[in-house]
């Protein structure tokens, strides 16, 4: 077989105990000879005859100069396969030794001046890019600049940047000098198909993903979309989160080692890019929200002091129009007089309510509010009064959370929002009313900055009429003002609004362009007489020592729901273990009857070991209590099965 290579025996001694992947091809690059590191790399894979493109997965019409060394990138193996053509006698044909080599291994020889060139090329880029973060605020300037780098730096023909957010879904960013992807019909459908499952491969990886324009190769999809003989897809992150991909394309030619190093170093700076703006737009937005609070609290302490002394001037009024009206003289115009003036203060006196109810934001009526039942109401109300030139949209959860409060301020402030949305719509349009539980958590509490953590019912309104300008904004929950018309409105209608949410422990936040869409958002919180308020310290540990499994893991899930860390065993023995092992427990649960070992004599051992944390013994025997010392053996409670949970964990806490 060697004699068939026509390589010398010296040269097929050294490939045999190399230890790199060494393999001969034909001129047809058809594997005719391997190494033993080579035949691990395919472990139970037939390799002679195979045709070396195929074992790889690399596009059989690349582009090869015969004459050259060539370096071709295998990111699954993190390395590159190194074609390098054998020079024989004339009349044989032509023979390549292929040798893996890995990412880092540097480029030798001829290739020494052309990275020197790439390097100088790529910080010459990566300055321009420094200078543009430090001058520029927005991050579509900055991506698409980016992106043109990438493609520059790479010799690439296009590039975009898919930017995640939570929801699975996606904006982009193009640059696209040759117009190839405006010829590719449905590209965000397409990318919106493929992404989910590329974000879950990137978040597993952490790696460059290189997209072959061949079947069986993750990627294939996108390569086959954009007409591409290669793709080159980098992910992203910052602090363990996905915040958008790089996608640089070729038409004809694959992606050096190199060039994708660069492009994940524009990657890195994009992450940070974004990471960076993201929190300067969310430190704006908390710094306008807590002026707005602020001005709007300044605001009611004032409106609220004026509008108490108002209502004690209204009082002397009513007792003076009473008492004219008893003891003044009957005539027509005087009683017409009289009327005239108690009307206004009545009028007078129903708008200072408002402002006192700001001030002081107390509701009158405290009763458990159904959602639900509250929306179903008003839905057939604006069904049968609003104009048929508006479309009402309306999605509503089965299953709201009660609400605590006045049902109908509740109704009167959806209503007022409904009413504003229809007023804002000059001609068609369509008005959107949902209604979905949200929890907010650590998990998300970023972005409601300001509110506190709780289950809420999360209202929204939203049209599609003239907006409001961004210098509104602000100014809409002011006092009479009032972006309509004069004489249509009071200027107190969100003004009351906003009091009548405050009143709740609610918050209702307002978002609009102009001449595109307003969106007004209400979080209601929920009313959940039976939850259990008292804070846990989340680092408390609990043991459960049962052999039960099932009830085991159900008790375990429900501590674990509220709360508690929880360590699970399924005997005396293994409890001692983890007690002995240095871990910290602060309470124990172990179940009377386990093999080896019961529960009795498991705490008796606990407790002349010295440990002197609270232990509970469960049992499913009745008439154990009577028959056991609690106290003697260190027993700090007794539970009976099956298990009372409102009862356990009042215990529980006692204990702790």
């Known amino acids: 077989m060697h004699d068939n290579l026509l390589l010398l025996d010296s040269t097929i001694k050294y490939f045999e105990t190399e230890k790199s992947a ?11 000879w391997f190494n033993k590191s080579f035949k691990n790399l395919f472990s139970n894979k037939r390799l002679k005859g195979q045709s070396l493109f195929k074992l790889f997965g690399i596009l059989d019409s690349l582009k090869l100069n015969r004459t050259e060394t060539h370096f071709l990138p295998i990111p699954s193996l993190n390395a590159d396969l190194k074609i390098i053509p054998i ?61 043109k780098r990438c493609v520059s730096i790479s010799k690439g023909n296009f590039g975009l940047v898919v930017f995640h957010n939570d929801s699975n879904k996606y904006t982009f960013q193009y640059f696209d000098p040759q117009k190839i992807l405006s010829n590719t019909p449905d590209i965000e459908k397409e990318i919106n198909a493929n992404f989910p499952f590329l974000s879950k491969w990137f978040s597993v990886n952490r790696i460059s993903l290189i997209a072959l324009n061949i079947g069986d190769n993750v990627g294939y999809n996108l390569a086959r979309i954009f007409q591409s003989q290669a793709l080159i897809l980098t992910p992203c992150f910052f602090d363990n989160k996905l915040l958008a991909t790089i996608i640089t394309g070729k038409l004809n030619d694959s992606f050096s080692p190199l060039e994708i190093n660069n492009i994940e ?46 209502n004690n001037l ?39 309510k408002g402002l006192l109810s700001f001030g002081k934001p107390t509701s009158k009526r405290k009763e458990l509010v159904k959602p639900n039942d509250l929306l179903r109401e008003m839905i057939k109300v604006i069904t049968q009064t609003f104009p048929k030139r508006i479309n009402f949209i309306y999605d509503i959860d089965d299953s709201l959370y009660n609400i605590l409060g006045d049902s109908t301020e509740i109704y009167q402030v959806l209503l007022n929002l409904c009413v504003n949305a229809k007023e804002a719509i000059e001609e068609k349009g369509i008005i959107t009313l ?19 953590m709780n289950n809420y019912v999360h209202i929204s309104v939203s049209d599609t009429g003239s907006g409001i300008k961004e210098e509104n ?57 039976n939850a259990v308020v008292k804070k846990i310290d989340e680092n408390k540990i609990i043991l459960l020592a049962d052999d039960e499994i099932m009830l085991r893991d159900l008790l375990a899930d429900l501590l674990e729901s509220n709360g508690f860390n929880v360590i699970k065993v399924s005997s005396g023995m293994e409890a001692l273990t983890v007690l002995t092992e240095e871990i910290k427990v602060d309470l124990i649960i172990i179940d009377y009857n386990m093999p080896e070992m019961n529960g009795l004599q498991c705490i ?38 099956p298990y009372e949970f409102d009862a356990m964990m009042s215990t529980i806490k006692k204990l702790i």
């Open 22 to 32: 060494i393999a001969v091809t034909d001129g047809d690059f058809k594997i005719v």
């Open 434 to 452: 949902t209604a979905h539980n949200i929890t907010i958590n650590e998990k998300n509490v970023m972005r409601f900055p300001l509110f506190k």
């Open 87 to 147: 020079n024989e006698k004339k009349n044989v044909h032509k023979r390549f030794i292929i040798k893996v080599e890995p990412f880092e291994k540097k480029f030798i020889g001829e290739f020494d001046d052309e990275i020197l060139q790439h390097n100088l090329l790529f910080q010459k880029e990566l300055q321009n890019t420094l200078s543009l973060l430090l001058r520029e605020k927005s991050l579509k300037v900055i991506a698409d600049e980016l992106i």
């Open 473 to 529: 904004i602000l100014k809409i929950f002011d006092p009479y003002f009032s972006t309509k018309i004069k004489d249509t409105g009071s200027g107190l209608g969100l003004y009351v609004t906003y009091g009548i949410i405050k009143a709740h422990q609610g918050y209702i936040e307002v978002t609009s362009k102009e001449n595109e869409k307003t969106t007004f958002e209400v979080f209601l919180p929920s009313f959940e007489p």
């Open 604 to 641: 008796q051992r606990i407790r002349e070991l010295n440990f002197k944390m609270p232990v509970i013994l469960s049992t499913g025997s009745l008439g154990l209590e009577s028959k056991i010392d609690l106290p003697k053996f260190g027993i700090n409670s007794l539970l009976s099965k």
């Open 265 to 310: 170093q524009f990657a890195a700076i994009l992450s940070f890019s974004i990471s960076s703006i993201q929190t300067r737009e969310l430190n704006d937005a908390l710094e306008s929200r807590l002026v707005q609070a602020q001005k709007l609290e300044t605001i009611g302490k004032l409106s609220s002091g004026m509008a108490h002394d108002f």
């Open 314 to 352: 209204l009082s002397s009024i009513f007792g003076s129009v009473n008492l004219l009206k008893r003891e003044g003289p009957v005539r027509e115009d005087y009683i017409r007089l009289l009327d005239n003036i108690e009307n206004c203060s009545i009028r007078a006196r129903d708008l200072t």
